[in-house]
């Protein structure tokens, strides 16, 4: 077992705490120092002005740690099989919908495109190695929502 933490703060910024007007924008700091701005996402119902131009919204944070640590995965299980992999990318899209009463976070498609050093493996191996670091990925088995890997190679 281990824990993971994050500090969240926000303080109101506006002379009155109205829904419309109030700012979104957080701060979250990690045990590393790092401190992102969090915010709403951008929507039509999320009042204009509330939402600063360099934050990062609760569902696009999902998205990237369910990449994240399907790519951490993925990288392990390939060195351990002696592969190497000289670069990793992924344009993962998640989709936010209503359903079943409440809006959620329904589908997370992970798009990883990988480029092989030397021996580049088979699309067998490949697949099972994204196959491995799905079933492994914590985030992904933490999701009520479906996490689908189609890999760009």
């Given amino acids: 077992m281990s824990t993971h933490e ?5 303080t109101r910024a506006t002379p009155d705490f109205d829904l419309k ?6 701060a979250i700091t990690f045990p590393s120092g790092v401190t992102v701005t969090g915010s709403a996402a951008p929507a039509p119902s999320t009042p204009a002005g509330t939402v600063g131009p360099d934050t990062i919204d609760p ?3 999902t998205v990237a740690a369910v990449s994240s640590c399907h790519m951490m ?8 099989r002696g592969l190497v992999i000289d670069r990793y990318e992924d344009a993962p899209i998640g989709v936010l919908e209503p359903r ?10 992970l798009r990883p495109r990988v480029t092989w050093s030397g021996d580049v493996p088979g699309a067998d191996v490949v697949a ?5 670091s799905h079933k492994r990925c ?3 088995s933490s999701l009520r929502g479906e996490v689908a890997v189609e890999p760009a190679d």
């Fill in 73 to 80: 995965f993925f990288l392990a299980l390939a060195a351990k």
């Fill in 6 to 10: 994050a500090r969240l703060v926000w």
């Fill in 100 to 109: 079943d009463g409440a809006t959620w976070l329904t589908k997370i498609t």
């Fill in 128 to 132: 099972d190695l994204h196959r491995s």
């Fill in 21 to 26: 007007t109030y700012p979104r924008d957080h």
């Fill in 138 to 140: 914590y985030i992904a």
């Fill in 59 to 61: 569902e696009a944070m």
